[in-house]
């Protein structure tokens, strides 16, 4: 989550060929800029173009506070009242919702409620898979085959109609900034536990089987040390993928929780599901803007890291990625083809399986 | 053997829903805390069986299921399994179009962003993909819904039908839940026209979504069988490229992309919940949300679990059916 944002930087300018730098600079090899420059074209430009779009999603988020004009729950100023269903001004650029509310800064507030939503939810859900993944691979036995049982099941379970499941039991649906937050994001962690269980699950049982698992074993290294050092680094190599597009999906799955009421409370929060919920009756009588701008957020949001995601999945995967024809030199084949043979078992079904 | 996975699965979804929805206490309370005085409440929550062991109550549960019997709605008093006929036809009827306009819309240009790979069309095709994939599909169906109800005036704006087609349907007789059956039943092609065009928005904005999920489906799994030795082969022979496109290539592509299509029925019910809110379709989506307003959670479990159940019944089928058509899958 947090390395395509902080890298988000135009692309360095490629200079000699790979192969005649050697190992090159370290951040060059760092994850997504290794990716940049390895991209050509379209695939570049989807990928900058996500980029920057994060950044820009991030950014709003962290700088809320100096950005946005007023406060999310400002219904006042000194000189009086903003007044509902305002439209566009100098003073309400965005205007103003039925609430009395300023749109553009419930609007830039909503970017950080959705970004701490996502970060919470990714992080927990990476933690909690990749440990179930990595025991349950590695042991195996009958509660390995329950977990998976599970997993599938809980895969299969439509994404929203579980979150709001969770949002009932966690908060009875409504509650504070933190609390609804905390709320939305581990409803949200449910949803996406499964896609990280599973992802690492098959790396650690292909992983089991080789040689120098069974080496570590005869040499006597302890099964921690095993599963630690040499499985789990070998088994995390796609989840950069699914994280950029849980993210989005994160995203979207906010929305809709806010959309059909079991977000956070306009008090405590901005939350852009929420503001479109509000917005149903307003397109009815013509008034455009409280439903565009929240609704604009959303999708460029979830957008840049689709397209973020979209690019390291093809630039991951050998029979999607694009060559520049003037560098294919053999030494900068050898460096790509690092990524490329994790994702053998990821292509049979075709990329588009993780985003379900 | 691998199909009788379908039973255990059915079971944890089933048993999931149901110690969630306790897990916030008795559903009375839950619906009408607060309205009624504590010792109503008892008596509400004796008269219903909530203050039973939970285990005697999951057992009970368990069983009515088996029998089709999800217990009865607190805030109107219906059997959920009417609820459930009632609104499931226009929630299948607003899933297929949907399924149509995805179809129609997603595979042909998916076989030209394959084909044109890495040129202009596909470079266009795979944003517009990503587009409609990242907007929520309740934000594109209040901008369908502003521009052409309420600016251009074409589409009405909200529901399935106007009152005065429902009032000649009502006449002949005609209540299958399908509107378009219904309206073909009046014999009147004006309360037809009626009913298409509440259809045609919601449609829309529920198709778009599947559509993009379909274009880039259909897109990569071409790129792949087009990389392939037989249609190199059969380029060399003189095939031509329209046929090779559409006849060499498209077969061997289909069966990775019905069984993803097939997955895509989670995120299909879950737009038609979000769609039918914003357009008023009176489905089971629409349901669920006046439902979940009302805090009505027994209602909620019900159409829940009935939705699940029918994801995980849709995905067992469907890989049963790659099985049948392609000779290397085998279990």
Redesign the interface.
Known sequence: MTAPETQGAPPPVPAAPEHLQGRGAWFKRLPVVHQVRQSV??QRG?LVTGLVLCAVFVVTAVGARWIAPYGWSQLRTPEGAFGAQQPPSAEHWFGTTVGGYDVLSRVVWGAQTALLVVIVAVTASIVVGVLLGLVSGYFGGWADRVLV??A???Y??????LA???A??IS??QSSMWGGVLAAALSITVVFVPQYFRVVRAEVVRIKGEAFVDAARVLGTPHRRIMTRHVLRNSVRTLPLIVTLNA?EGI?TL??LG????GIEPTAAAEW?YD?QR??AD????I?WT??FP?LA???A??GM??VG?SLNDLADP??R?RSRSRKVAGAVAATSVDAGSDADA???????E?? | MRFLLIIPTVFILVTTVFVLMRATGDPITAALGGRLTPDQLAERIQAAGYDRPILVQYWEYLSGILTGDFGTTISDNRPVTEVLTTYGAATLELSTYAVLVALVLGVPFGMIAAYRRDLLPDAVLRVLAILAYATPVFFAGLLLKLIFSVWLGWFPVAGRVSTAGEIEMRKAGADSGFMVVDALATGDPAVLLDVLSHAVLPSLALGLLTAGVFLRLVRTNMISTLGTEFVVSARSRGVKERRLVTAHAWRPALIPIITVAGMQIAMLLVGAVLTETTFEWRGLGFQLSEYLQARDFVAVQGIVVVMAVIVAVTNFLVDVIAALVDPRVRY
């Not at chain 1, 299969?156 to 109609?161: G, K, R, T, Y």
């Not at chain 1, 959309?259 to 079991?262: E, K, N």
Request: glycine share 16%.
């Open positions: 074209g379209l989807m049982l599970v599938d099941a809980v299969a379970f439509p994404s929203l109609l709001i499941l969770l009932i039991v009875g649906g989005s979207l929305a809709g959309f059909l009421g079991f599901g479109l917005a149903v397109v009815t009588s013509g455009w439903a565009l609704g959303i999708v460029l979830a957008m689709t397209l979209e029979r999607l694009v292509g049979t079904t075709g990329p588009s399986k985003e379900s």
